[in-house]
């Protein structure tokens, strides 16, 4: 008898049909919110990660506002939910460069409120289209103590993918409130 290790080939399996699903549903989808759930959806199926949020980079203000989050206790949330423009947070959405790690090393505040959800590995992933920052996938693990560098190449992947719909969302929604006005 022979014996193999598939636990390799099943987590590439895995992660391509996660990449199959999103790109599929996010190419019939029209609405920002429904985007933004489903890409939630699709990355939590990830075994190391079981909570976390999508920011969306405000242009006027340079903030960055929570647009839909999954697994977090309402009071993380609540203190999460806008980050200024002068933040660290926020820079580093903006500049464009993802954050792997211990959330006890990279957190950027001390909060009892953030200490208490108990959050071990942690990864922020700007979100970018034509060098422009449009979002951030803020996401977590309660369990694992690291993010995987598969799973690490696998949510620049998908933020890489996701930068062209959100884009023509928000063009699409510009040009909705555009035809309201002029109605």
């Keep these: 008898g022979t014996h193999a290790d598939i636990s390799a080939l099943k987590r590439a399996q895995t992660e391509l049909r996660i990449q199959r699903d999103l790109i599929i549903k996010l190419s ?3 609405h920002l919110q429904e985007a933004l759930d489903c890409v939630m959806d699709e990355v ?3 075994p190391e990660l079981d ?13 960055v506002e929570l647009a839909v989050h999954r697994g977090l206790q309402p009071r993380t949330v609540e203190r999460l939910a806008r980050l200024d423009a002068d933040t660290a947070e926020a820079r580093c959405v903006r500049e464009g460069r993802p954050i792997y790690g211990r959330y006890s090393e990279i957190r950027f505040r001390d909060d009892p409120a953030l200490e208490a959800e108990g959050l071990r590995a942690t ?7 034509q060098g422009q920052p449009l979002a951030a996938l803020n996401l977590a693990s309660h369990t694992a103590d690291e993010i995987p560098a598969s799973v690490q190449a696998l949510l620049e992947v998908i933020a890489t993918n996701i930068g062209g719909t959100l884009s023509r969302l928000h063009t699409e929604l510009a040009l909705e409130e555009s035809r309201s006005d002029l109605q």
């Design 28 to 30: 019939s989808t029209s």
């Design 44 to 46: 939590l199926q990830i």
């Design 51 to 63: 909570c976390g949020g999508i920011y969306l980079v405000d242009p006027a203000t340079r903030a």
């Design 123 to 129: 990864a922020v992933v700007p979100i970018h289209h």
